[in-house]
């Protein structure tokens, strides 16, 4: 039997290379893995915490989708779909909901970490954890690769499967946290990791004159042309190193250590890269934007499955809490 391998992407801006180098590049990796089945959803019911534009939540909505697609994800390989096409997700949440307790939930740092970031305490953000539940276990979710700020979720999500199987009889598959081995921090063009939370990002498929924008915009310190440079503390070199080869890198390290090299010269090698790598996937995700109906259709065929699935898994679980029908 296949082991099923969950995770959701929250639409919450335009992807970046951080989004890609953290999560997506190993989404399509894991495609060659015959033994697993790949459930890709688009959460965008958690984006509801953050009260976006309902026109802007939509075009982020179909981004996640055209951007996964342009990179390489296979629909015959992975199946792509929106949580909103599967509302028995919320009838889930509704039921764990009513085991988890206070406690579990006000121990969550996440929603601690959010409001303190000044986001509006609401409940949607408090029981965000439980609704995450919810997304893995009605898919009978073996594992969900994580990074470690969510472990936690992980846990919380474990504990009330437990709950329920406790109570109800076994019903509900516990799964395993895959925790992500962690991607060196990717730095935004403030030196901060890169997040659409800073406002430092590079974007995946904005035009060409936007992406030389925002690579010449990348902070780097105020040494001069000749002076020799420290690699190891640029913003510029920690992100050429992700998309160059071994000797690429060593050249522009000993340019950066000898001088007479800008700053000015390596975020053209950096903008060199970038649009080597995203060329051929630009014009796959340009025909994608063109054509909308592509990408729904491939949101739709990937719902129509995982919704097999949770209504299934639905039937047990209202037949193990005692609902009629």
């Known amino acids: 039997m296949k082991k099923r391998v969950l995770s959701g992407i929250q639409p919450s801006g335009k992807l970046h290379i951080g989004n890609y180098l953290g999560a997506i590049r190993q989404h399509i990796d894991s495609q060659n893995q015959a033994d697993w089945d790949r459930y890709f959803f688009i959460a965008n019911y958690h984006s509801l915490t953050s009260h976006p534009d309902p026109e802007t939540l939509r075009e982020w909505t179909l981004d996640v989708a055209r951007t996964y697609l342009a990179l390489g994800l296979d629909p015959e390989k992975s199946l792509l779909f929106m949580q909103t096409d599967v509302p028995e997700v919320t009838e889930l949440a509704w039921i764990l909901t009513c085991l988890a307790p206070m406690g579990l939930l006000q121990r969550c740092t996440s929603y601690k970490d959010k409001v303190a970031r000044g ?18 276990l009605i898919y009978d979710s073996h594992f969900v690769p994580v990074g470690s700020d969510q472990k936690q979720h992980i ?83 920690a ?25 000015g010269h390596a975020k053209l090698a950096l903008l060199e890269k970038l649009n080597h790598f995203l060329e051929p996937h630009r014009e796959r995700y340009n025909h994608l934007v063109k054509n909308e109906d592509e990408v729904l259709d491939v949101l739709r065929a990937g719902a129509k499955t995982a919704r097999a699935t949770a209504q299934e898994t639905m039937r047990r679980v209202r037949a193990a809490v005692g609902f009629i029908g």
């Open 119 to 136: 986001i509006e305490a609401n409940h949607g953000l408090f029981a965000y954890p439980v609704l995450q539940a919810a997304d893995i």
């Open 155 to 237: 846990e919380v999500c474990r504990d009330l499967a437990q709950k329920f199987n406790i109570r109800y009889g076994e019903t509900l598959v516990v799964p395993d946290g895959m925790i992500k081995d962690e991607v060196a921090v990717i730095p935004g063009i403030d030196g901060q990791k890169m997040s659409k939370s800073y406002q430092n990002t590079i974007d995946l498929f904005g035009t060409k004159k936007e992406l030389k924008k925002q690579v010449m915009r990348i902070e780097t310190d105020s040494k001069g042309l000749e002076e020799p440079k420290d690699p190891d503390t640029c913003n510029v070199f």
């Open 239 to 263: 992100l050429y190193k992700f998309f160059a080869n071994k000797e690429e890198i060593a050249e522009m390290a000993a340019n950066y250590r000898a001088g007479g090299y800008g700053y």
